[in-house]
């Protein structure tokens, strides 16, 4: 088992991160654990180290942390790999990044059903939900900033609403809104809206009336290189044949 003394979670918001790890076994495992989220005042109201700072301009001295934790915010971000690059930086060698963030199949009904809406009302559809990673991609956003061994996992969560607008009431509350600096150039209008509403419960309405909300969580799990880790073999250094470790025969090819 593996201990981090000095450990930062970045997005933090409300604290449900720390709450959760305050519950678990693994409080044990980790050290001073550091609030951070770009708004301060997610930041305010509960006792502990909290920093307000932005995830592409991390203020962590190099080689300074054991753990770095994101949780959901790095779909935010305008560099994800930058920002990637600045954690990897900040962990000592061997240090843990362990991210979550939103995938490309989170409010795919949404996203359907106002895109049908706006061919049949405006004549073409433009963007107005903020873009995901695709899952296929996930692992290599580590590979680019330089993590070692990385792995993406995905989960996927429905939520049922008895209503559309409901959900959009909830993407609210939570700050998830869109905020793409090239906006749709036409506004939501309420018939717009309303078509939107239809369409969604047309496709997607459960048997009793309730329709869903899919929400992907990619999660990133990534280490700071050190010499320790495991570490690929050269080309042309393996000491068995793939033909005996299968157990079958092993056929040349006509040349």
């Known amino acids: 088992m593996r201990d981090f003394p000095r450990a930062v979670e970045l997005s933090s918001r409300g604290g449900a991160f720390r709450e959760a790890l305050d519950e678990s076994a693994a409080r044990a495992r980790v050290g001073l654990l550091v609030e951070a989220d770009l708004s301060a005042a997610m930041l305010g109201g509960r006792a502990g180290p909290r920093a307000a700072v932005d995830e592409e301009q991390l203020p962590f001295a190099a080689a300074s942390l054991d753990l770095v934790v994101s949780t959901l915010g790095l779909h935010w971000t305008n560099d994800v790999v930058g920002a990637l690059i600045q954690i990897r930086l900040a962990l000592k060698p061997d240090g843990l990044f362990i991210g979550a963030l ?75 809104t869109s905020v793409l600096a090239e906006r749709h150039p036409k506004p939501l209008t309420r018939a717009l809206l309303a078509r939107a509403s239809e369409i969604y419960a047309e496709r997607f309405a459960d048997p009793d009336g309730r329709v869903p909300a899919t929400f992907e969580i990619i999660t990133l799990t990534g280490w700071a290189p050190h010499e320790s880790q495991q570490q690929p073999l050269a080309p042309g250094s393996a000491k068995m044949r793939l033909a005996a470790a299968l157990g079958t025969v092993e056929h040349k090819l006509p040349r």
């Open 102 to 176: 939103l995938g490309g199949a989170t409010l795919r009904e949404l996203r359907q059903s106002l895109v049908a809406a706006e061919a049949e009302i405006l004549g073409g559809a433009g963007s107005r939900v903020s873009p995901f990673a695709d899952v296929s991609d996930a692992a290599s956003l580590l590979q680019r900033a330089g993590f070692a061994l990385p792995v993406a996992d995905v989960d996927r969560v429905s939520v049922s609403y008895e209503h559309p607008l409901r959900l959009l009431a909830d993407l609210r509350q939570m700050g998830e």
